[in-house]
């Protein structure tokens, strides 16, 4: 009988099955109490969560579906996976930036139209193709908001591109900046970005802070003529705004991967439906990091690309292993290890690590943890859950 119960909430690559092995049984049962749930797109804010459930790990980078909130006050972890559809997103906005440039679908869709003129065909494409010229992006300026791993595989594939960079991102990683090619300059102040931009992306999560952030203000910054493309999320952009600016004609183009009914067959935006991650690399790829992070969790107590929780990964170097949820207040460790000690447990190594207002520890051991100890341990203030592996 497996060990372990994984909940599918949508279709979910069968490459999954590479990285479960027979510890572990898959099922769509939505009534199913399992231990790790996977999850795309499928809304839970309504969701029953069963009592073994320890993790939910969404194939995709954002966590709109999820409510993390409440799944953090129940001591779930939850994972994302980002950069693994990375690249899928970075193509179509390098399609989105000559899209952007040239009129292409325009001149696609008149083109269609013409279906049936027969012989008439050659001499109207030659009179009518003039109406869908537009500029090269060859030494153009495009402003990128946000370096995380889809911003910098633009900015790298546009300088191949013969494009001139400049890239936003006040929380720029060391270890992402490493990968950024030194041809792109990095602004410090995102009104310079927005002057100077002949184009720009935008690659940063929906927060309070960042929605509606292209809106009538930001817009008076830039350009005339400023081409803006859209493949992180809708509602960065103010709509309304976006429209009258299309319109004025201060927005050559606005491309977004998020249409809604209001920006459908607006001159000037041309909205794709929601390609960005839809390739099946991109589809395999977050299947099978959703589930290695989940798989490690569920094992180890490690956890990577949490949204809720710390990151914490320690390699197995004692017999057993402990891990111990925590408020993020003074004295937890010394209370854990001096727990720990007085009941004769040796410590072989252990890992602490905090995010917000939580802590998390994973404790390895030499000798076997009985459950007395862990229940006398789960009596301490401060101690939120207690798992051994």
């Known amino acids: 009988m497996a060990e372990y119960k994984i909940l599918k909430l949508n279709e979910i690559s069968d490459e999954i099955n590479g990285v479960f092995d027979e510890k572990y049984s898959c099922t769509d049962d939505v009534s199913a109490d399992a231990d790790g749930i996977i999850v795309r797109s499928f809304k839970m804010a309504d969701f029953e969560t069963g009592s073994r459930l320890k993790a939910v790990a969404r194939a995709g980078a954002g966590v709109n579906n999820i409510p993390v909130e409440s799944m953090t006050e129940k001591n779930i972890v939850v994972f994302n996976t980002p950069g693994a559809n990375a690249n899928a ?61 889809i911003g910098i595989l633009v900015a790298n594939a546009a300088v191949g591109l013969n494009v001139k960079v400049l890239g936003y991102d006040p929380y720029l990683s060391v270890d992402a900046a490493l990968t950024l090619s030194n041809k792109v300059e990095r602004v410090k102040d995102i009104n310079a970005l927005y002057q100077r931009s002949d184009y720009i992306t935008l690659h940063l999560p929906l927060l309070p802070a960042t929605e509606g952030m292209i809106n009538a203000e930001t817009l008076a910054k830039m350009k005339d003529g400023v081409r803006i493309i859209n493949c992180a999320r809708g509602e960065l952009v103010n709509s309304a705004d976006i429209i009258a600016a299309a319109r004025s004609k201060k927005v050559a183009k606005y491309v977004t991967d998020f249409p809604s009914d209001e920006l459908l067959g607006v001159e000037n935006i041309v909205a794709i439906p929601h390609l960005g991650a839809s390739t099946p690399e991109a589809e395999d790829n977050c299947a099978v990091m959703a589930a290695r992070q989940l798989k490690d ?27 111990v949820t925590h408020k993020n207040i003074s004295s937890m460790i010394a209370q854990a290890t001096a727990f720990l000690s007085e009941s004769k447990i040796n410590i072989s190594n252990m890992i602490s690590a905090t995010r917000g207002n939580l802590g998390y520890m994973i404790i390895d051991t030499d000798g076997v943890i009985p459950q007395k100890t862990v229940d006398e341990m789960k009596k301490i203030d401060g101690f939120l859950q207690i798992s051994v592996y």
């Open 89 to 149: 997103v970075k193509e179509l906005v390098i399609c989105a930036l000559l899209l952007a440039s040239r009129k292409i679908s325009e001149a696609v869709d008149w083109a269609n139209a013409q279906k049936g003129k027969g012989g008439e065909v050659p001499k109207l494409v030659e009179k009518f193709k003039n109406q869908f010229v537009g500029p090269e992006i060859s030494g153009k300026t495009l402003g990128i908001i946000g370096l995380g791993a």
């Open 297 to 323: 969790y569920l094992e180890n107590g490690n956890i990577t690309n949490s949204v809720n929780y710390p990151t914490a990964v320690l390699a197995r170097s004692g017999r057993f292993r402990l891990t």
